[in-house]
Structure formats: structure tokens, C-alpha cells
């Protein structure tokens, strides 16, 4: 009889611990991150191969895999509005334009933490929709061996568009986002006459309007040019090969594309990482890696106090014209400058 008894409460034990297994494991299954929760969707205007090697460092390093979804700004915009409150998306890394217009329409989650905090005010949507990771200023890109011939480096806009005898490098306006922001920047600060005299004065040293931001570099480099009106990363990124440049930081102030990031969804505490790390030195340092070279818009950053041109001067007022009104300055410029 006990030898029955014995066998009955083994089996008896047997049955509980599976019971208690199959408990403790649905539990945890329970608690384990969805599918969903280790991948973040990202909407983006950023070149596929920039968005790539964020994407790919993000999910070496924190084993959380990021889907960028790159479109135009146009298309990015009409994307928000058509899904209103219901994106299939869990962020936006894109322009600032872009930015503020999705901050217009409500898409965005507010969000506040201590890196943002730090970002300048000017850089971020004061409401916490939205704030700026990294910006690239416009300079004055200088073959060094001319920059030993002048007697004075011009330092404003003003004396730029004046020094006599010096071939010039630009991307033209209609070519690319950074080189039309600049023009309408300037419009902007300074009003249409004061600014179609400088683009009027510097049109005949132009040798020829290119592009893509970084061809005015390039000339500039081999010499083929004397200066060139060009983006910071591009310059730094022929620098770093070692091209003969200097940059000049145009003293009055200068327009610069800011990229920010803003949720879309409440409570995703992947999208939120993720913001936080756009925001860090591991972020920039994964770009400077491949030659990408924006300045933190974070200047807690190892990555800001080490960077050329953090102490560049922007302008404050962000262009405000509509489509029509960019076409038509476009146009002026074109009739009145261009090909006057």
C-alpha cells in the first residue's frame, strides 16, 4: 500500500509542476516584447544610405531593428495628413519644414526629457511636438592656397558678393533643398533688393551653377574655383580626405537645414529610445564614421564641443513662404539674375 501511496504523489507532483510550468510560462510570454515593440518605423526625408547606417548601428548596438520609410517632404507631409491620428509610422526624422508643418497639424506627440531640454529653443517646437538632432550651416568654402593671396577675407554676405576677381562655386536654387533654403533665408533677413544686388554682384564671377551640394566643394578643392557658397558636411567631408579648404563662417549669420524628430504614438517606449539616441554621440559618431559630418543640435554632446562651427551664427527667422510665392522668387531670380 504505500508503495502505491508513493507512486500516486509522484504523479501528483509531476502534474503540478507541469501545471505550474505552463503557468509561469504564459506569464512570461506575456511580458515578452511584441514583435512590434523591438522594430521602429520611421518616416524620413534623410538619402536612404544616411538612414541605412543609423538604422544598422542602432540595431547592432541596442538589438532594436529601425524600418526608415524615405519620401520627399511633399510626400512625407501628405502622408501625415492622410493618416491623421491613426500613422502606421511610430516617429518622423525629417526637415524642419516638414516638422513644422506635421507641429501645424497636430501629428505629433509632445515629448520632453532631459536631452531635449538641452537643445536650444530655437531648434525645437516649443510645444515639445518636435525637436532638431543635428543641423548643417551654409559657410564659405576657401581653396587655401587663394586664401594666402587676400589682402582680407570677406566675412559677410555683403563682402563676399563684392571682392572683385574671385571665381565662385554654387549650387543652383532649384537643384537642391539647401541651396533654395539658403536663397530664401536671405530674402527673408535682408529683403529682395538688398539680395538680388548680392546675387547680381556675384553672378558674373560664378563659374557655373551645379547640381549638388557638393561639386562647388569639390571645385573648390582642386582649385578650379577660388570659393565656393556650400554646406558645412560637404566641406568637412572633403577636409577629411584632404583637400586643400578653409571654411569661413559669414559673421552676419547664415541659413542651415535642421533635421528633426518627433513621435507620432503615445506610450512607445522603442520610438522614445530611439529619439534619445539620435540626440547622443553615439548617433553622430556612427555618422562622422562614414563621413557624415552635421553639428549635434545637442550641445551636452562630445560629439557639439569637438565640432567645427558650433559657434556659427544662424539666422532666427525660418522662411515662411508658400509654394506659390517660392515659385515666384525663384522665377525673379531666375529673369533678373540668372539669365538677365
Not at 218 to 232: L, N, S
Request: hydrophobic content about 45%; overall charge negative; aromatic content about 12%.
Amino acid at each position: 500500500m504505500k508503495r502505491y501511496t508513493s507512486l500516486l504523489f509522484l504523479a501528483f507532483v509531476l502534474v503540478l509542476g507541469t501545471v505550474v510550468g505552463v503557468t509561469f510560462l504564459s506569464g512570461y510570454a506575456d511580458r515578452t516584447p511584441a514583435a512590434s515593440e523591438r522594430t521602429v518605423t520611421v518616416y524620413t526625408t534623410m538619402p536612404p544610405e544616411q538612414a541605412s547606417l543609423l538604422a544598422s548601428e542602432y540595431e547592432k548596438t541596442k538589438k532594436v531593428g529601425v524600418r526608415f520609410v524615405p519620401m520627399t517632404g511633399d510626400e512625407l507631409t501628405a502622408r501625415l495628413k492622410k493618416e491623421g491620428a491613426e500613422p502606421k509610422a511610430d516617429m518622423v526624422l525629417a526637415d524642419s519644414s516638414v516638422m513644422r508643418k506635421g507641429a501645424a497639424m497636430g501629428a505629433f506627440v509632445p515629448y520632453f526629457s532631459e536631452e531635449t531640454d538641452s537643445v536650444a529653443d530655437s531648434l525645437k517646437d516649443e510645444e515639445g511636438a518636435w525637436t532638431g538632432v543635428w543641423y548643417d550651416p551654409v559657410v564659405f568654402c576657401v581653396n587655401s592656397d587663394y586664401m594666402r593671396t587676400l589682402p582680407r577675407i570677406p566675412e559677410t554676405w555683403a563682402e563676399f558678393a563684392a571682392y572683385p576677381d574671385m571665381r565662385v562655386g554654387m549650387t543652383d536654387f532649384l537643384a537642391a533643398d539647401a541651396a533654395s533654403n539658403l536663397y530664401f533665408t536671405l530674402l527673408t533677413v535682408y529683403g529682395e533688393p538688398e539680395v538680388f544686388q548680392w546675387l547680381s554682384a556675384i553672378h558674373p564671377k560664378v563659374v557655373q551653377y551645379v547640381k549638388f551640394l557638393s561639386t562647388p566643394v569639390r571645385m573648390a578643392g582642386m582649385g578650379e574655383v577660388d570659393a565656393a557658397v556650400a554646406v558645412q558636411s560637404e566641406t568637412l567631408r572633403y577636409l577629411s580626405d584632404g583637400y586643400p579648404l578653409r571654411i569661413v563662417y559669414p559673421m552676419d549669420g547664415t541659413a542651415y537645414m535642421l533635421t528633426g524628430a518627433g513621435l507620432l504614438r503615445d506610450g512607445r517606449p522603442s520610438a522614445e529610445a530611439f529619439l534619445e539616441w539620435l540626440l547622443s554621440d553615439e548617433a553622430h559618431l556612427a555618422l562622422q564614421r562614414e563621413n557624415v559630418f552635421f553639428v549635434p543640435a545637442n550641445p551636452g554632446t562630445l560629439a557639439y564641443k569637438q565640432m567645427a562651427g558650433k559657434n556659427v551664427v544662424l539666422f532666427d527667422a525660418a522662411p515662411a513662404f508658400t509654394a506659390e510665392e517660392r515659385s515666384a522668387l525663384l522665377d525673379r531670380w531666375l529673369q533678373n539674375v540668372r539669365f538677365k
